[in-house]
């Protein structure tokens, strides 16, 4: 069974791959009809619709124009897209005129509502009268104009669920604005068909309804674009040219013309073009895009680089080994958007319901309006009691109840300096009961510190660091520059006979004295006695430090202790977290040994470690396989699959762009305490959205009922439209009202 599925992983990683540019998604629901329309394409081996970004990838031995049909004959828009960059600009532009577009929309809509209902407010006739029936048809014509032009996608979408046997929000819209409209006009137009008391008009409800639904459609669809822009920037790691070495010299080549084999030179200040081995010279390549440590690797002959990574010191030649799609960075990408489709999508609750609730709204509008017409044999009364139910069951209140806890929750979160990217992640969030973190820049500040010094043979401190950071100056690995920001405010003096030894050391001369800093392995080749240091030594090893050595004249004078020191407040934010009932994990590229002397210090009970960057996505998947609901906490793009795997994902705002777009929430302050607020704001949200919901229902639960005459019998009780139009809207200042809360909250320390 295994080989099987590597057979298959490995046929569809060979198989063609198209990019499709989508339009016309607006929930889940779409995601997975475009998304079942292209697995039904014969070749199809697999189809990913990612709603964050509307691209389909999509891979299989099929013609590129089958897909795109395949998306048209559902109703959707879609455009094969066969070059990256130009997939971004199209992207871009399509976002920005949807922006503008639902702008304006809202602006028109809420100015023709909000006019029509403050008329009515201050002493304005909202009946037809035989004077004013002409002025109200105009209007009417007028309202009908304004809710097509500004809220057309709604009717198209809800036109489109019908075909499909579905329904949605936009069924919802669609349907409470449409009847409010209809039911008004068909007042203007016969109002001695109606009684005296039913002739009230709702063209304001039907403006207004649709100028609020499109201010939140343009804020989702800001925060989309926000979200995008930094996902696309994680294509510009790799340049655009590389320097390639030939028997005529060197010459600088696109990226695209570079081929397996070719040698290519890198120099300080370089990023790796693509995936090789190094095959002379020797530098220090800052892998942290890859691998989130901070400290550079040196590179020698026969070691491997990776594209996307930067040379900060030195010169190297290496062979190009992966290339295009094939390099590690590349399959990173892969990663992050196959997890970012993959992962399972909560949807929205409302649609769920709308499924069950329209029809059942519908059918008993009718029924009603049916018994009413044979019991009175009136058929105003029937258009009365049909056109009631429906008004009072408009969906203000539903379609107010989950989006208003999300933008009231994601206003407070960014108060508390978490930035929302995804609105689910807050109910995803809310029911976690695993978070996992990334050591470094996460729980660490991401750069090495001197944190500890110590001297022999009646050395001062300030002279050893003068020696130590003078015999460092000019250089740009990163221990080198955290013994010169040691030593900030120390006047540094230059050297002689400076000599820098491979993967050891430097050596000078200051005052005469022969100096020695490095490593120990570079005192042992002076034949340097360290015992005294011993006990020191295998102190800071074990908390995970960096140990560097200074000698004078062939005698121990001084150790430095380096390592990324913790945040400030980790330790008081995982007791929080720990106190809230959550399991914590440290997940890690590092080396155990020092990753479990960070666990110890901070107290974490469970460390992973030695991870390389693919495998954090399937120590993700393993944790869920568990029945763990899994937050990760990352700052690298060495955890995005990771983070687009887990259930919610956190990003760290000073880490990489990747990470912060793949994840659903972000934490502006560099402080760890931002995950507690986050995680408890999640819940408050929750229960936010289930108030609202229940609100909503016992709205309809007794409104449905009274708008159908049901208490007629009893009570003599029959609901004017009038007064269903007032509890519609108070049923909506009720969930707005209880949304806005959440603005208020404070979490708990």
């Known amino acids: 069974m295994v080989e099987s599925r590597h057979d298959q992983a490995k046929i569809a990683q060979n198989a063609p ?74 992207r871009q532009a399509q976002q920005q005129q949807e922006i503008q577009q639902r702008r304006w929309q809202a602006a028109v809509a809420l100015v023709v509502g909000f006019g029509l209902f403050f008329w009515g407010i201050f002493g304005g006739q909202m009946q037809v009268t035989a004077d004013n029936q002409l002025n109200w048809m105009a209007v009417g014509l007028l309202v009908l104009a304004v809710i097509w032009f500004t809220g057309q996608h709604f009717y198209q979408r809800a036109w489109l669920n019908l075909r499909n046997k579905s329904t949605t929000m936009d069924t919802l819209v669609a349907l409470g604005t449409g009847t409010a409209w209809l039911y008004s006009f068909m007042v203007v137009l016969f109002p001695d068909f109606f009684p005296e008391n039913a002739r009230h008009l709702y063209f304001e409800s039907s403006a207004m309804i649709i100028g609020l639904i499109n201010i939140g459609k343009m804020l989702e669809l800001k925060a989309k674009q926000q979200s995008s822009q930094a996902l696309e920037r994680l294509f510009d790691l790799t340049p655009k040219t590389a320097k390639v070495v030939t028997e005529n010299g060197e010459t600088e080549l696109p990226l695209s013309l570079v081929q397996v084999g070719m040698r290519l030179r890198l120099q300080t200040g370089d990023r790796v073009c693509v995936d090789g081995v190094v095959t002379q010279g020797h530098g220090w390549v800052d892998e942290s895009m890859l691998t989130g440590e901070p400290i550079p690797i040196q590179k020698e002959k026969g070691d491997r680089v990776s594209a996307g990574t930067l040379v900060t010191d030195g010169t190297l030649l290496f062979q190009a080994e992966q290339i295009g799609n094939h390099t590690r960075l590349a399959n990173i990408i892969k990663l992050v958007r196959q997890a970012q489709s993959s992962k399972p999508e909560i949807g929205q609750l409302a649609d769920k319901i709308a499924s069950v609730f329209v029809p059942t709204v519908i059918m008993i509008a009718f029924i009603s309006a049916l018994v009413w017409y044979v019991v009175t044999q009136q058929i105003s009364y029937a ?20 989006p208003m806890s999300i933008i009231a929750g994601i206003g407070r979160a960014a108060e508390l300096g978490v930035l929302v990217r995804d609105a689910d992640a807050l109910q995803q969030a809310a029911s976690a009961d695993t978070i996992v973190f990334d050591k470094t820049g996460t729980l660490t500040q991401g750069e090495p510190t001197v944190t500890a010094v110590y001297t022999f043979g009646g050395v001062e401190q300030k002279s050893a660091v003068q020696f130590a950071a003078s015999l460092e100056q000019g250089a740009n690995h990163p221990l080198a520059k955290a013994l010169l920001a040691y030593a900030q405010n120390i006047t540094l003096i230059e050297p002689s ?28 080749q002076q034949n340097i006695d360290t015992d005294i240091a011993e006990a020191d030594f295998l102190t800071e090893s074990e908390k995970g430090a960096t140990v560097i050595f200074l000698a004078e004249q062939n ?3 001084a150790m430095f202790a380096i390592r990324d020191p913790l945040r400030d407040d980790t330790i008081t934010a995982v007791q929080r977290l720990q106190q809230q009932g959550y399991h914590l994990v440290m997940l890690t590229g590092d080396q155990q040994k020092t990753a479990q002397a960070i666990a110890d210090e901070i107290g974490i009970e469970q460390v992973i470690a030695g991870v390389l960057p693919e495998d954090k996505a399937q120590v993700i998947q393993q944790l869920q396989a568990q029945g763990r609901k899994v937050v990760m906490v990352g700052d690298g793009i060495n955890d995005a699959p990771a983070l687009a795997q887990a259930d919610v994902s956190m990003a760290m705002a000073s880490g990489s762009d990747i990470a912060i777009e793949t994840a659903e929430l972000t934490l502006m302050r560099h402080s760890i305490n931002s995950v507690a607020d986050g995680v408890q704001l999640a819940k408050a949200t929750l229960s936010n959205m289930k108030q609202n919901l229940f609100f909503a229902f016992v709205y309809n639960c007794l409104g449905i009922p009274l708008a159908a005459g049901v208490f007629y019998p009893l009570l003599g009780i029959l609901l004017n439209p009038m007064i269903g139009g007032a509890a519609m809207a108070c049923s909506s200042i009720t969930v707005v009202t209880n949304a806005n809360r959440l603005l208020r909250f404070i979490p708990k320390n």
């Open 555 to 557: 005698q121990l004078v």
């Open 497 to 524: 006979q400076f000599s820098t030894l491979k993967g050891l050391g430097v050596s000078g001369v200051i005052h005469g004295k022969k100096l020695w800093l490095g490593n120990r392995t570079l005192l042992q």
């Open 383 to 402: 258009f009365v009691i049909l056109t009631t139910v429906l008004i009072i069951a408009c969906p203000c209140a539903l379609g107010l109840a989950t």
């Open 17 to 90: 791959q198209f990019t499709l540019l989508l339009d016309g998604l607006s929930c889940v629901a779409c995601v997975a009809k475009v998304q079942k329309a292209l697995l039904n394409v014969t070749g199809v081996s697999s189809a990913q619709v990612n709603l964050a970004d509307n691209t389909a990838l999509v891979t299989g031995l099929v013609e590129p124009q089958d897909l795109v049909q395949a998306v048209l004959n559902i109703g959707y828009g879609a455009e094969l897209v066969e070059d990256e960059n130009q997939r971004r600009v199209k």
